[in-house]
């Protein structure tokens, strides 16, 4: 597209968007030179540069394997359509959570950070957390109102992903935290979260909690499950390790003797 090919409605709306208003003033009179849409260009992509890498630090995803290296071949189970159809953010609009249960080592977490990782590449706000972290920040909170304050961090965000619920145990007042985050983003934002325990196990998280089952109802509602099974693909790699290892050292061994 041309300068002379812009429509002046559509330069204004996006010089509006981009807060220059002093070009906006003079829009009309600065379409049509040779260099104006250029100078938007620029204006847009360091903008999205900027925005993406704010919205990466808030993430907090810290460091991660791509989805390329995920080895399909390895759980015993997994749906892999299912997977490489949540890639398309379909339930993103849909507001649906997205559940990854599995044993230990399968990739769970390796497939809620390149999840919500996709979810900051296409605008979206996000935000990781171990379960236990969220738990015990917001239970550290003295106050109702710092307590509102601080689940705001939980709740505001498009995409919330919870790792390692299952992992540790919890008394009530925990289960009522987390109820509280579910409830607050239900049908309007949407949780990733991965779990080592199906949910008929949730009561061994959540012993002494009167709402575990309305948790995960809402939790489940509309959501997609995702099921891994199989051995420990960190198990496998420590086994490997330890065998190049061994056989590393025996020609010097050899020597020795």
Request: glycine share 4%.
């Amino acid at each position: 597209m041309t300068t002379t090919s812009l429509n002046l409605e559509a330069v204004r709306q996006r010089l509006r968007r981009l807060g220059l208003y002093g070009l906006l003033a003079q829009a009309q009179t600065l379409m049509h030179e040779p260099w104006f849409e250029r100078v938007l260009d620029i204006e847009d992509a360091e903008r999205a540069r900027r925005s993406l890498k704010r919205r990466l630090d808030d993430a907090r995803l810290g460091a991660f394997k791509p989805i390329a290296d995920f080895d399909w071949a390895w759980p015993k189970k997994c749906d892999r359509p299912l997977i490489e159809e949540l890639f398309s953010l379909a339930f993103i609009e849909e507001a649906a959570n997205v559940v990854l249960i599995g044993s230990n080592g399968l990739g769970k977490t390796m497939l809620l950070k390149n999840l919500a990782h996709q979810a900051l590449l296409h605008g979206h706000s996000a935000r990781f957390t171990l379960a236990s972290d969220m738990l015990h920040d917001l239970a550290a909170q003295d106050s109702s109102i710092a307590l509102a304050r601080r689940l705001r961090r939980y709740t505001t965000p498009t995409l919330l992903a919870i790792d390692e619920v299952g992992y540790l145990s919890y008394d009530a007042r925990y289960a009522d935290l987390l109820f509280e985050v579910v409830t607050r983003r239900y049908q309007t934002r949407p949780i990733l979260l991965t779990t080592n325990k199906v949910f008929g196990e949730w009561n061994q998280v959540f012993p002494n909690a009167a709402c575990v089952v309305t948790l995960i109802d809402r939790l489940v509602h509309r959501a997609e499950i995702v099921a891994l099974e199989g051995e420990s693909y960190r198990l496998k790699e420590a086994k490997e390790r330890v065998e190049r290892k061994a056989k590393s050292r025996t020609p010097s061994a050899r020597k020795s003797r």
